[in-house]
T-cell receptor, first 113, second 114 residues
Framework: AQSVTQLDSQVPVFEEAPVELRCNYS??????LFWYVQYPNQGLQLLLK??????LVKGINGFEAEFNKSQTSFHLRKPSVHISDTAEYFC???????????FGKGTKLSVKP | GAGVSQSPSNKVTEKGKDVELRCDPI?????LYWYRQSLGQGLEFLIY????????KSGLPSDRFSAERTGGSVSTLTIQRTQQEDSAVYLC????????????FGPGTRLTVL
């Protein structure tokens, strides 16, 4: 069975500071990895995904994530955050033959001025 | 183009009543998913439709939950004899196919069971 662990439930950070949101997964088979963002009172939106190839994946809004197979991690990073990045971020995994996403519990990023 | 739409956006019902939640996927998407988002459980998978194949119902929490997808497009999630623990936001998503394809989520239906 697969599972996803997001190590931090809340991350407060000041505007223009760098941020890293941590995600670890467990799976005995190859997986696809995703980060979704949920802005206040809005639906889920894809930030980026890793399918294969380069382990550094770039997404929207200046976010990037690095797939590390040996550490089974897929941490999300942004070098300089804005107030508008305040949202909840979800890491998710799915197998190639499987349809549904398995989500972590989410990390609430709060960017303060 | 139009995204995934869901109706109603909010639903308040009394314990024991049946409810129906509707999802209109993006046109042409063959895969459709239902998830539930609640404070205690986070985002949980409920059921998955892929084309004309039998749905994957492995995430349905009880036999009070059922879903159908008519004509490979619109889907309805039905909850019978609602309980207070069914209160949550029910999210629908669709994708071109399954697996690695991006899932596009609707705005959700907030269900409150009194």
């Amino acid at each position: 069975a697969q599972s996803v662990t997001q190590l931090d439930s809340q991350v407060p950070v000041f505007e223009e500071a760098p941020v890293e949101l941590r995600c670890n997964y467990s799976s005995s088979v190859s997986v696809y990895l995703f980060w979704y963002v949920q802005y206040p009172n809005q639906g889920l939106q894809l930030l980026l995904k890793y399918l294969s190839g380069s382990t550094l994946v770039k997404g929207i809004n200046g976010f990037e994530a690095e797939f590390n197979k040996s550490q089974t991690s897929f941490h999300l990073r942004k070098p300089s955050v804005h107030i508008s990045d305040t949202a909840e971020y979800f890491c998710a995994v799915t197998r190639g033959s499987q349809g549904n996403l398995i989500f972590g519990k989410g990390t609430k990023l709060s960017v303060k001025p | 183009g139009a995204g995934v739409s869901q109706s109603p956006s909010n639903k308040v019902t009394e314990k024991g009543k049946d409810v129906e939640l509707r999802c209109d996927p993006i046109s042409g998407h063959t895969a459709l998913y239902w998830y539930r988002q609640s404070l205690g459980q986070g985002l949980e998978f409920l059921i998955y439709f892929q084309g004309n194949s039998a749905p994957d119902k492995s995430g349905l929490p009880s036999d009070r939950f059922s879903a159908e997808r008519t004509g490979g497009s619109v889907s309805t999630l039905t909850i019978q004899r609602t309980q207070q623990e069914d209160s949550a936001v029910y999210l629908c998503a669709s994708s071109w196919t399954s697996g690695s394809d991006t899932q596009y989520f609707g705005p959700g239906t907030r269900l409150t069971v009194l």
